[in-house]
């Protein structure tokens, strides 16, 4: 110790400083294990996070105007929108030139579907454009070429989306995803008929809270079961959990169509037993009803097998230590088991409500108008629209909410406290 | 070291031998009857006479804009030949996915030597679309229900009408087709329904007046669930493709009539993807001139009850392969069927569909 005071430092044996030394072999150890887990980082960043941060970039990324028309976006933006007036021959000419490039190229009417998200018409209006560009005088004058192939040339809301959508970067998907707007004087919201995405999201939230509880509701007392009987009876019941599990989800689906439609077999069942007559049948899919049974039994086994693991490692001898001590049995579950099997259903609900927030199969299929979730919109805007943007700014909104949800949890409950076994 | 080499040369030789001789042709299609009467009518004779050549299908016609717009993003086309409807078909297009085709070039002539264009006609409604068949969008309806006091549905507009037809109805979850009929049925004369719908005025009056059905709507994303809907008796009319009431009413012998009034005519045919190989697209294109001849188009018709797209296929349909019955009735091209027929508009469709398609999401959910 008194070394060090003098302001020695100490060595190792061959002379080195002590804690260089030991720093290089941490280091070195640290290498050692990165190297280990570094096949699995390199595959989980190449193949899951890669593809997902991509797609999120969409939902921003906006380059193909400045990329079909370059020249015309340079002199665009010397244009002011509020003047009420087309542009002038400057711009016209511009345009003509990269059109004659874009035609050639066929990148055109990839432009007018993407700019027709903003307004429609403009996706006819390349094309119609792109058909006339070949018969138009090379020397001009073009403004009244264009317009003459297209009166919408000669309307100035056409050259606002346009000049709107030059940048590279656009924040326009996402207002759309907020059922937002740019108008003339800033953001707006869009007119109530046209209201959907926000609705959306609060229905996908709200239905996978209900999902989660009726789950939770269901789930528990099969657990509480399976984890209480002898082993060889608690398999039997594992398989039953299990074996809906392992049938195609649209073979269930389906099932449960042929059970709760109007002329299904609850319903005739109910009319046989004189419960309701034949004029009042129960309406019981095509709706948020038909949502939350289908989709609960399908997520039922998400909760069963987390609190079972859970339930199986508490003693029983502690609720019966607590009934020795006089507690009554509900006593007894409430103040002794319950609180020992809350991580289960932290694991349990936090498993369910994230795989139902993002389901859109089941809410398709028996989800009607009243039950589908915003997911079915984002696969309606993948697969149908092809207006890939939006449908990434919805899904980047969605994984935020998930997100979100996940620390407000975690604050309230504690990520500690979750465990699948 | 004898057998050693032997093996080697063997393998060889497969491998040479597979690759001069068979090429395998990846067809994308719908599944389920369609895909099989396009196996009977155009593959498996083309096979047959080409033993070179296998097709391996694909049954993802329903997404095929979107996989092949995610092919093309990832540089690995997969797809030789692919069949969507005509409004994919103008997407793909526009979006440089599909190639663009000379139809007097690539395509049979009639065989009295009628070029193809003019075979085809209008219904050739992009550069890049090859038509295979029309099909149409209408109505069938049950015609065991007592509450209707023995009246039967004759035309669109009884589908709006409570009072003498109650009952559910089934409809497909999307404007088009829904929106044109509305209006129709709101007294908008038949040219003038696009010129209305392009208006805000318009789109609202369609939505008040399927607002008056709104709670008798079950609606349908899949063709299959209408057929199903009739026969469990849950909708007592409903809207789908042709071909499914065919199979319904002739093949499960259900008691459901058609309503061809005011049947929306579609059109579903092939598209070549761009990029292809040479020697891949020398392949396709003679499997595609082969596939839409005027004698293949008519052979289809035997196995499903969709029009051959050639003016010169009609007058060959014959019976059906396994029911014996004559086919011409149930065609929509019939002209017993097509007294009032509504033709869909695709290049405005093109433009308003995302607008639209908006609002009736917006107005579906309130």
């Not at chain 1, 299929?365 to 939006?390: D, E, K, M, P, Q």
């Not at chain 2, 065991?144 to 409809?171: A, H």
Request: hydrophobic residues 45%.
């Amino acid at each position: 110790m008194s070394d060090t005071t003098d302001g020695q430092v100490l060595t190792t044996q061959d002379g080195k400083p002590l804690k260089a030394a030991l720093r290089r072999a941490l280091r070195r150890e640290k290498l050692r294990a990165f190297l280990l887990i570094a096949p699995l980082l390199i595959f989980v960043l190449v193949t899951f996070v890669a593809p997902i941060v991509d797609m999120l970039f969409r939902s921003v990324e906006n380059g193909i105007v400045a990329d079909t028309l370059p020249n015309t976006v340079i002199e665009l933006s010397k244009w002011d929108p509020a003047s009420g007036e087309v542009p002038d021959e400057v711009v016209f000419a511009a345009l003509y030139n990269d059109m004659v490039v874009a035609v050639d190229q066929k990148t055109h009417t990839r432009l007018g579907s993407r700019l027709n998200y903003e307004q429609s018409g403009i996706s006819s209006l390349f094309r119609k454009t792109g058909r006339r560009i070949k018969r138009m005088d090379e020397d001009g004058p073009f403004k009244d070429q264009f317009i003459g192939a297209d009166k919408k040339w000669g309307d100035v809301a056409t050259w606002q989306v346009l000049q709107q959508f030059s940048p590279r970067y656009t924040d326009g998907y996402f207002l759309n995803a907020f059922d937002a707007k740019r108008g003339p004087d800033g953001i707006e919201m869009k007119p109530d008929d046209q209201q959907i995405y926000m609705f959306l999201f609060g229905r996908t939230l709200f239905l996978s809270i209900v999902i989660t509880l009726s789950c939770l509701l269901l789930g528990y007392p099969i657990a509480f079961l399976l984890a209480a009987l002898p082993l060889r009876t608690s398999n039997l019941l594992m398989i039953l959990v299990l074996l809906p599990f392992w049938t195609s989800l649209l073979v269930r689906t389906s099932a449960w169509k042929v059970l709760l439609q109007q002329q299904g077999v609850i319903n005739d069942f109910l009319v046989w037993t004189r419960l309701i007559d034949d004029a009042g049948r129960l309406v019981m899919i095509n709706n948020q009803t038909g949502t939350i049974i289908a989709m609960t039994h399908i997520l039922l086994p998400f909760m069963i097998l987390p609190l079972y693991s859970v339930m199986k490692t508490i003693s029983p001898s502690y609720v019966r230590a607590a009934k020795s001590l006089g507690a009554n049995d509900w006593t007894a579950f409430w103040r002794v088991y319950f609180p020992q099997s809350v991580p289960g259903i932290g694991a349990g609900a936090v498993l369910v409500f994230i795989l139902s927030i993002g389901y859109y199969i089941t809410p398709e299929l028996v989800g009607g108008t009243s039950g589908i979730f915003i997911s079915n919109r984002i696969a309606y805007h993948i697969s149908s629209s092809l207006n890939w943007g939006l449908a990434a700014s919805l899904g980047t909104l969605l994984l935020v909410a998930v997100l979100v949800l996940f620390v407000v949890y975690d604050k309230i409950v504690g990520i500690d406290n979750v465990k699948l076994g | 070291m004898k057998l050693k080499t032997l093996i080697l040369a063997g393998t060889a030789l497969a491998f040479t031998g597979s690759s001069a001789l068979a090429t395998d042709l990846t067809l994308v299609s719908w599944g389920g009857a369609y895909q099989s009467s396009q196996k009977n009518a155009y593959t498996d004779p083309y096979t047959a006479e080409n033993p070179g050549i296998t097709v391996i299908w694909d049954e993802s016609s329903a997404e095929a804009v979107a996989k092949l717009r995610a092919m093309n993003e990832a540089g690995n086309v997969t797809w030789d030949l692919v069949d969507v409807v005509a409004s994919d078909a103008i997407r793909l297009c526009d979006e440089g996915l599909a190639m663009e085709i000379d139809a007097d070039v690539d395509l049979a002539a009639a065989p009295d030597g009628t070029p193809a264009s003019e075979d085809f006609g209008d219904l050739l409604v992009s550069e890049c679309f090859i038509p295979q068949i029309v099909y149409s969008t209408t109505f069938g309806y049950r015609s065991d229900i007592d509450e209707w006091g023995g009246k039967e549905p004759t035309e669109i507009c009884d589908v709006f009408d409570l009072e003498t037809f109650p009952g559910k109805r089934s409809l497909e979850k999307r404007p088009i087709n829904n929106m044109e009929w509305a209006l129709l049925c709101d007294g908008v004369p038949k040219e003038e329904v696009y010129n209305v719908l392009e208006t805000e005025e318009g789109q609202d009056q369609a939505f008040k007046k399927l607002d008056t059905i709104k709670d008798n709507v079950v609606w349908w994303s899949a063709g299959a669930e209408t057929p199903q809907l009739l026969a469990d008796k849950e909708v007592v009319i409903g809207s789908t493709y042709n071909g499914r009431l065919f199979a319904l009413i002739e093949e499960q012998k259900q008691p459901v009539k058609m309503l061809w009034d005011a049947q929306v005519f579609d059109l579903d045919g092939w598209i070549i993807p761009t990029g292809l190989p040479e020697d891949r697209l020398a392949e396709v294109k003679k499997l595609v001139k082969y596939a839409t001849d005027t004698q293949r188009l008519a052979d289809q018709a035997k196995y499903i009850s969709y029009g051959p797209a050639r003016k010169s296929s009609a007058p060959l349909v014959g019976q059906h392969a396994s029911l014996g019955i004559d086919m011409a009735p149930h065609m929509p091209t019939d002209p017993n069927n097509a007294k009032n027929t509504f033709l869909y508009n695709y290049e405005w469709w093109a433009d308003y569909r995302d607008d639209i398609d908006a609002k009736f999401q917006a107005w579906l959910a309130q």
